[in-house]
T-cell receptor, first 115, second 119 residues
Framework: ETGVTQTPRHLVMGMTNKKSLKCEQH?????MYWYKQSAKKPLELMFV???????ENNSVPSRFSPECPNSSHLFLHLHTLQPEDSALYLC??????????????FGNGTRLTVT | AQTVTQSQPEMSVQEAETVTLSCTYD???????LFWYKQPPSRQMILVIR??????QNATENRFSVNFQKAAKSFSLKISDSQLGDTAMYFC????????????????FGQGTTLQVKP
């Protein structure tokens, strides 16, 4: 039990498909994050939610649509993606946003392949 | 803008030996935080060690220690008595103190160093 659970673990989708990534945290944290991890590139912060309110949208294309229905769940809705969107998508949570004493806890990620 | 650079894409070490992973960063801020995260094949990122910039004493967590050189903006990770379970990708990360503005509180990662511990 990692505390942060992501499903599915792997996802292959066509460019015209619509799919969703799910993240659930069992830690009672107030902030949740989506990161994109591409090969040979630093992790890129995509979205930040704090107390279910989106507080950060890091210039992410609109084909990625986040949703945070409550403080325990975070979704990333995907539609009309491009092959370059293939990556590992990591969800993370923290007790509070951006505190040294509130480090990020990550899930195992969803490996997304866009064909 | 802050940047984090890890100049060693891949490294290897023999079991029980010591290895040092390098990390440099660029910032004009004086107060910030630095972290090392580990990502094993399971893909889950795990916090290894953290350092507050205003503390001169290097952080230590069991076999993991850092060499923090603030003037040189260097934050290397030393792993002593390497174990097979240390095989992973290691990420150095930087965070400004949170002041409520959009440019603070973000965790900025380096490109990562893949470490292979050999038996």
């Amino acid at each position: 039990e990692t505390g942060v659970t992501q499903t599915p673990r792997h996802l292959v989708m066509g460019m015209t498909n619509k799919k969703s990534l799910k993240c659930e945290q069992h830690l009672g944290h107030n902030a949740m994050y989506w990161y994109k991890q591409s090969a040979k590139k630093p992790l890129e912060l995509m979205f930040v939610y704090s107390l279910e309110e989106r507080v950060e949208n890091n210039s992410v294309p609109s084909r990625f649509s986040p949703e945070c229905p409550n403080s325990s769940h975070l979704f990333l809705h995907l539609h009309t993606l491009q092959p370059e969107d293939s990556a590992l998508y990591l969800c993370a949570s923290s007790q509070d946003r951006s505190s040294y004493n509130s480090p990020l806890h990550f899930g195992n990620g969803t490996r997304l392949t866009v064909t | 803008a802050q940047t984090v650079t890890q100049s060693q894409p891949e490294m290897s070490v023999q079991e029980a030996e010591t290895v040092t992973l390098s990390c440099t960063y660029d910032t004009s801020e004086n107060n910030y935080y630095l972290f090392w995260y580990k990502q094993p094949p399971s893909r889950q990122m795990i916090l290894v060690i953290r350092q507050e910039a205003y503390k001169q004493q290097n952080a230590t967590e069991n076999r993991f220690s850092v060499n923090f050189q603030k003037a040189a903006k260097s934050f290397s990770l030393k792993i002593s008595d390497s174990q097979l379970g240390d095989t992973a990708m290691y990420f150095c990360a930087f965070m400004n103190l949170w002041d409520g503005s959009s440019n603070t509180g973000k965790l900025i990662f380096g490109q990562g160093t893949t470490l292979q511990v050999k038996p």
